[in-house]
């Protein structure tokens, strides 16, 4: 089965369906990360389970690629509008957590060049 789903429709997705994407948006990631490099460990809550507090992701990789880091990784996700704020927040937040990981900080929000 071939996908064809454009950056237009996963933003419009987001805006009109907020909680959904925020219960939806680790899975989904979770799934693009399993079909694209196999982990030693990935832990991605979704759905009620984003509630639990914590890293919103954490991965581990022997061999990563363009898109995933090889190593230990640390995963937060935004789906609001105010962007910058929120991965400023959650870098200076979790920084003194993440020493000897990588912090991948992910946004629903399309951003125009």
């Not at 890293?55 to 090889?70: H, I």
């Not at 400023?88 to 946004?107: A, C, M, P, Q």
Request: with cysteine.
């Amino acid at each position: 089965m071939s996908w064809h789903i454009t950056s237009n429709e996963i933003d419009k997705w987001s805006s009109s369906h907020t909680r959904g994407a925020q219960e939806k948006l680790p899975l989904l990631i979770k799934k693009l990360i399993m079909a694209t490099v196999e982990p030693k460990y990935i832990h991605f809550p979704s759905g009620d389970s984003i509630l639990t507090g914590g890293w919103d992701g954490t991965l581990e990789v022997s061999k990563g690629n363009a898109f995933v880091p090889e190593g230990k990784s640390v995963w937060e996700f935004g789906t609001n509008v105010n962007i910058n704020k929120k991965a400023e927040d959650d870098y200076t937040k979790r920084t003194n957590l993440s020493r000897n990981k990588k912090f991948i900080f992910f946004s629903l929000v399309c951003i125009s060049t």
